[in-house]
């Protein structure tokens, strides 16, 4: 297993809607271990392809306390959306960066796991921001977009001015 980079805002990448995954082989299985390798050292709760430039139909989640829920969304779709909720979410791509988003409180989610075998969940609360989140980030879309104008050019100079930063760091070692 490998630790993946993950890509930052504002990288373009990130807006790459993704493609649906038809080979469920070798190679998709080493990319989901590294996948739930990656979130879990950077910790997070959940990792979409697209934003460790892999451009696939596919996301990994663990939003367990002991880390113990490992779960493969492969080509999800959400077909229904119930109720509102606003909580604060992080992003992998937005380190640091955290901002209330409103999402739907519960969700209905059909999937494929990781060796293409159909599912369905139907789920709230948090898993359900989660798995929002996360689809989300396979459309191109981030949650950050869900914020006014304002606060999302606030985050893109901070995060600018940090990878500014830490590009001189490296420089000088």
Known sequence: M???EILEFPDPRLRTKAQ???????????QIDDMFQTMYDAPGVGLAATQVNIHKRLF????????????VFVNP?????????????????FPGVYAKVQRADEVVVKAQDR????????????????IQHEYDH?????FVDYLSPLKRNR?????????KKQSKHLLIN
């Open 20 to 30: 649906p995954v038809t080979d469920f082989g070798d190679e998709l299985q080493q």
């Open 138 to 142: 396979i459309e191109g879309k981030l």
């Open 155 to 163: 985050i893109r100079k901070m995060l600018e001015k940090q990878q």
């Open 115 to 130: 060796h293409g075998n159909p599912f369905e969940l139907d789920t709230g609360d948090f898993l359900a921001v989660v």
């Open 2 to 4: 490998a630790i993946l």
């Open 60 to 71: 990994v989640i663990d939003a367990s306390e002991d880390k113990s829920d490992p779960r």
């Open 77 to 93: 779709e959400i077909v229904e959306k119930r109720g509102i909720e606003e909580m604060e979410e992080g992003c992998l791509s």
